[in-house]
């Protein structure tokens, strides 16, 4: 029996992350404390229903478990670059030196104070500045030795590494829920293929004991024509009904062993296939690749999002860097320890080197600055940087393929959905027509044979061509459901 609902086959997404969340939730509770159910558990019911069974299917796969507990991971990774990524405040004594004499002791330190603030352009502050804490007398600060430092980058390569590590730790986090998505729809569609089958098994069997039940008739007509249990024609149709009985009798045999199976894979209890499957109504569902479905559409999206990260790579790996330093001496050595302001800029480009920086005086009755300057050159990174820029082509027309590849596949993709869509319809409305002309000859049948008109060999052969019938109309709806599943896989959640 087939019940009806409406439901859109391309927006139904039959297992997608928000539907498994009390999957997952539950499987957070089984790997830490498992379930070992008892027999009376299992046996509640004859024929569980197939959400039934397909809940205990999914809650059952390896699979499933294992994402789980790569998306907790991933999610931990991202916490910790979040972490790594953010404001860092780092509070140190510096070396204490305790000196000890005959009538005072005294403690000196330098404690130091640094200020990490990443999303300023990696811009690093710090101070320090020494101190003397002697028996009897208060804390002295030795103000003449102390030191402020400031750096930072004035080019955006930090701040772009920084938004690159952040979105490829969002991007993996998104990836490890969409995998375990897929793998929820991999296995609900495996599910639904296996019970497919073992339709098709039962199928197979009832045409097995509809052959079986045709050589009985033939046998009750060799009967009816004479034919004496002796002779060749009698011998030889009874030979075929019992060969043709054995083959019924082994085909249900290996449908009862492959239900066992499952049924231990679903962790229920059962002796026969559901009779009541749920349907889609395919036909009011719309086709394949309508309204914005090609936004989501898996390849496209990897290839956009392949694309993009290359792009913020190549940025955050420029060839052009610029920094800039100041800080606040107070006892400078080399300006006759004069109190001076401190700056510098540092600059690099393919392989050379440039740094710039000044000592400005601050006390004293001498106002001369005091320059410095770097340069350096390294061979090795220059020679490099022409096949860096090589590799950088090359990646841009590779993401550019990916793209154009993609498109095809879309293309190509939605005609195949779309003919298989078609072939699902026919195939579903032709079962359903092959099922009403057998149900109306089993009716028949069954008052004929009621009436003494027919054997009851012809009466249960039209009762078993009926019910193979009414597997078919399951096995076409079965496959809707899996084309549906298809469908989903072929686009990616948010």
Same mark, same amino acid.
């Given at each position: 029996?087939?019940?009806?609902?409406?439901?859109? &086959?391309?927006?139904?997404?039959?297992?997608?992350?928000?539907?498994?969340?009390?999957?997952?939730?539950?499987?957070?509770?089984?790997? &830490?404390?498992?379930?070992?159910?008892?027999? $009376?558990?299992?046996?509640?019911?004859?024929?569980?229903?197939?959400?039934?069974?397909?809940?205990?299917?999914?809650?059952?796969?390896?699979?499933?478990?294992?994402?789980?507990?790569?998306?907790?991971?991933?999610?931990?990774?991202?916490?910790?670059?979040?972490?790594?990524?953010?404001?860092?405040?780092?509070?140190?004594?510096?070396?204490?030196?305790?000196?000890?004499?005959?009538?005072?002791?005294?403690?000196?330190?330098?404690?130091?104070?640094?200020?990490?603030?990443?999303? !300023?352009?990696?811009?690093?502050?710090?101070?320090?500045?020494?101190?003397?804490?002697?028996?009897?007398?208060? #804390?002295?600060?030795?103000?003449?030795?102390?030191?402020?430092?400031?750096?930072?980058?004035?080019?955006?390569?930090? $701040?772009?590494?920084?938004?690159?590590? !952040?979105?490829?730790?969002?991007? *993996?986090?998104?990836? #490890? /829920?969409? *995998? !375990?998505?897929?793998?929820?729809?991999?296995?609900?569609?495996?599910?639904?293929?296996?019970?497919?089958?073992?339709?098709?098994?039962?199928?197979?069997?009832?045409? /097995?004991?509809?052959?079986?039940?045709?050589?009985?008739?033939?046998?009750?007509?060799?009967?009816?024509?004479?034919?004496?249990?002796?002779?060749?024609?009698?011998?030889?149709?009874?030979?075929? #009904?019992?060969?043709?009985?054995?083959?019924?009798?082994?085909?249900?045999?290996?449908?009862?062993?492959?239900?066992?199976?499952?049924?231990?894979? &679903?962790?229920?209890?059962?002796?026969?296939?559901?009779?009541?499957?749920?349907?889609?109504?395919?036909?009011?569902?719309?086709?394949?690749?309508?309204?914005?479905?090609?936004?989501?559409?898996?390849?496209?999206?990897?290839?956009?999002?392949?694309?993009?990260?290359?792009?913020? @790579?190549?940025?955050?790996?420029?060839?052009?860097?610029?920094?800039?330093?100041?800080?606040?001496?107070?006892?400078?050595?080399?300006?006759?320890?004069?109190?001076?302001?401190?700056?510098?800029?540092?600059?690099?480009?393919?392989?050379?080197? !440039?740094?710039?920086?000044?000592?400005?005086?601050?006390?004293? @009755?001498?106002?001369?600055?005091?320059?410095?300057?770097?340069?350096?050159?390294?061979?090795?990174?220059?020679?490099?940087?022409?096949?860096?820029?090589?590799? /950088?082509?090359?990646?841009?027309?590779?993401?550019?393929?990916?793209?154009?590849?993609?498109?095809?596949?879309?293309?190509?993709?939605?005609?195949?959905?779309?003919?298989?869509?078609?072939?699902?319809?026919?195939?579903?409305?032709?079962?359903?027509?092959?099922?009403?002309?057998?149900?109306?000859?089993?009716?028949?049948? @069954?008052?004929?044979?009621?009436?003494?008109?027919?054997?009851?060999?012809?009466?249960?052969?039209?009762?078993?061509?009926?019910?193979?019938?009414?597997?078919?109309?399951?096995?076409?709806?079965? #496959?809707?459901?899996?084309?549906?599943?298809?469908?989903?896989? &072929?686009?990616?959640?948010?």
């Amino acid at each position: 029996m087939v019940t009806t609902t409406h439901r859109d &086959c391309f927006n139904y997404r039959p297992m997608s992350y928000s539907r498994i969340k009390p999957l997952v939730i539950a499987l957070f509770g089984t790997l &830490c404390f498992p379930h070992f159910a008892s027999p $009376q558990d299992t046996q509640q019911s004859e024929v569980p229903g197939i959400e039934q069974l397909l809940a205990g299917y999914l809650e059952r796969d390896a699979g499933i478990k294992e994402l789980v507990l790569k998306m907790r991971q991933t999610e931990l990774e991202r916490n910790r670059t979040g972490i790594e990524q953010g404001i860092n405040v780092n509070l140190s004594t510096g070396i204490m030196r305790l000196m000890f004499s005959e009538e005072t002791s005294s403690l000196d330190v330098v404690p130091r104070a640094e200020l990490e603030l990443p999303s !300023l352009n990696g811009t690093n502050i710090s101070i320090s500045v020494p101190m003397t804490v002697g028996s009897g007398t208060a #804390a002295s600060f030795d103000v003449e030795n102390a030191q402020i430092a400031l750096s930072t980058e004035l080019t955006t390569r930090a $701040q772009k590494q920084r938004k690159l590590d !952040l979105i490829k730790a969002d991007r *993996a986090l998104l990836e #490890a /829920k969409r *995998a !375990l998505n897929v793998q929820a729809l991999t296995a609900e569609k495996l599910f639904f293929e296996t019970l497919r089958s073992l339709y098709e098994h039962e199928a197979d069997a009832l045409s /097995k004991e509809e052959e079986a039940y045709t050589k009985e008739i033939e046998l009750a007509l060799a009967q009816s024509q004479g034919y004496p249990p002796s002779s060749v024609r009698y011998r030889t149709v009874e030979l075929e #009904a019992a060969h043709a009985h054995r083959a019924a009798e082994r085909q249900h045999h290996i449908f009862h062993r492959n239900l066992s199976i499952f049924a231990r894979d &679903c962790g229920a209890f059962m002796t026969k296939l559901p009779e009541n499957v749920t349907e889609l109504n395919i036909e009011e569902a719309g086709e394949f690749g309508q309204n914005d479905e090609k936004l989501r559409f898996a390849a496209l999206e990897s290839a956009k999002w392949q694309a993009y990260l290359g792009k913020m @790579t190549r940025d955050a790996e420029g060839n052009f860097g610029l920094s800039a330093k100041g800080g606040f001496t107070a006892h400078n050595t080399y300006l006759t320890k004069r109190t001076s302001a401190d700056i510098g800029l540092t600059l690099d480009w393919k392989g050379v080197g !440039l740094s710039l920086g000044a000592e400005l005086p601050l006390s004293g @009755t001498n106002k001369t600055p005091a320059f410095t300057l770097s340069f350096n050159f390294n061979t090795r990174t220059q020679r490099l940087s022409t096949f860096q820029d090589a590799e /950088k082509k090359i990646a841009l027309e590779r993401e550019a393929l990916a793209l154009t590849n993609a498109e095809r596949n879309w293309e190509e993709t939605v005609d195949a959905m779309r003919e298989e869509r078609a072939d699902l319809i026919w195939e579903k409305t032709r079962s359903i027509e092959q099922h009403k002309l057998y149900r109306e000859l089993a009716n028949d049948t @069954t008052a004929w044979y009621h009436r003494g008109v027919i054997s009851e060999s012809e009466w249960r052969k039209t009762s078993i061509n009926e019910k193979r019938a009414r597997y078919q109309i399951l096995i076409a709806e079965l #496959a809707i459901r899996i084309h549906f599943i298809n469908a989903a896989l &072929c686009f990616v959640e948010d």
